[in-house]
């Protein structure tokens, strides 16, 4: 980890209503691994301080980064990247954060990734390594949102491409013609993505749900002990 590095925004894209993939070019920036997040950091004229930590939604790129931002209702800090940070201007990161919750396919272990929400933003980092990697390790995606218009990464996850297997749930209005109720994720919508004992379960989202899916994969007998977690809120 290294301290504070200057970060400029190039570009910025909507996700849903109210989340964005922000892009950044960071001097010096080291590198990370997929599942990593950064601490963003914004100063005033006055030199007042603000921080927050956001997830890093792709693998190491040169000295771009890649964050998913979701904005919170009366946030300090997360209505102003997502949508006043001028394109060309300047914050500060610090990172790469975090070294439990990644996942690498050079290591050869499968995993199975649970994301709620926009915390599915580091488990995109995940499939876009395994991808980038060419591997054959076994990955699936279970994927959580309210509707159809709360899912991140749409496009890309649905571009109909086999190789990481990708279940949505849609938890408050499933669109027309879906077969499954809209409900919170259950036991059966696992069934078939459980992968072999030895591999690794990443779940992230917020705290309720982190905590729902991983006793449900416990309740399944996976074990606890290679469950890896990550939540917010």
């Given amino acids: 980890m290294t301290g504070w590095l200057p970060a400029r925004l190039v570009e910025r894209a909507d996700q849903t209503a109210t989340g964005r993939t922000l892009r950044f070019e960071v001097d010096q920036w080291p590198g990370h691994l997929p599942g990593q997040h950064v601490d963003v950091r914004l100063t005033a004229p006055d030199g007042y301080h603000a921080a927050r930590s956001y997830s890093l939604a792709a693998p190491s790129d040169g000295d771009v980064i890649e964050l998913g931002v979701q904005v919170v209702p009366g946030g300090e800090v997360s209505p102003y990247l ?30 199975l990734l649970i994301g709620g929400g926009c915390g599915v933003v580091p488990l995109m980092a995940m499939v876009r390594a395994r991808r980038r990697a060419d591997s054959d390790v076994s990955c699936a995606l279970l994927y959580s949102a309210r509707s159809e218009e709360e899912v991140w990464y749409r496009e890309e996850l649905r571009s109909g491409r086999d190789d990481v297997p990708v279940r949505v749930v849609h938890t408050r209005r499933a669109p027309d013609g879906e077969t499954r109720p809209a409900g919170r994720v259950t036991a059966t ?19 309720g749900f982190v905590e729902h899916v991983s006793a449900l994969l416990v309740q ?10 990550e939540r917010f809120g």
């Fill in 189 to 207: 919508d696992l069934d078939g993505l459980l992968p072999s004992n030895g591999s690794h379960c990443y779940v992230c989202g917020p705290t």
């Fill in 82 to 111: 997502a949508d006043a940070l001028p394109v060309g201007a300047r914050v500060e990161v610090k990172g790469p954060l975090g070294g439990w919750f990644v996942w690498r396919p050079e290591d050869g272990r499968p995993a």
């Fill in 220 to 229: 399944s007998g996976y074990p606890a002990s290679l469950i890896r977690t």
